[in-house]
């Protein structure tokens, strides 16, 4: 089974599982409390599940080594882009908080060249990681603006 497999099915469990849960709520009495799906904070995954997803989405491109939705972290395995195989990234995705905030997403990444027939690790641009985040926490607001409407 895939990595990307056995995300799909524990997050299909998950959201089953609360809906199972939710519907037995529903059994309670009349003075419920009304859920904010759209809340900035939202932990049934363990970390802000607006931050996951758009996270998963963001590095889907690069087979996935490690998905972690409990503690929040997201590791690729090593990736060429087609048009340049010489070249090599991973990355690393880590949501250190519940709440939908810039400062509770670190993204981290590593790059290779091929030089005489070994791999070598070289400079990754401190822009490029700014990027990646900027692309996550976009892509996170925007899950949450949907929910809303």
């Not at 009349?30 to 997803?53: C, E, M």
């Not at 972690?68 to 090599?88: F, L, M």
Request: aromatic share 4%; charged share 20%.
């Amino acid at each position: 089974m895939t990595v990307k497999h056995s995300v799909s099915a524990q997050i299909l469990r998950i959201a089953l599982t609360g809906a199972a849960l939710t519907g037995l709520a529903a059994c309670g009495g009349k003075d419920r409390p009304v859920a904010d799906l759209a809340a900035s904070q939202v932990t049934t995954i363990g970390v802000n599940s607006y931050l996951w997803r758009a996270s998963l989405e963001t590095v889907s491109f690069a087979p996935l080594l490690q998905a972690d939705s409990a503690g929040g972290v997201i590791v690729t395995d090593w990736y060429s882009r087609p048009e340049n195989p010489a070249e090599r990234v991973k990355m690393s995705v880590t949501i250190l908080d519940q709440d939908l905030r810039a400062d509770a997403l670190r993204v981290s990444a590593s790059r290779q060249v091929m030089q005489n027939g070994n791999w070598v690790d070289a400079p990754v641009q401190a822009a490029t990681v700014q990027k990646l985040e900027d692309i996550i926490l976009t892509k996170a607001r925007d899950l949450r603006r949907q929910t809303l409407s």
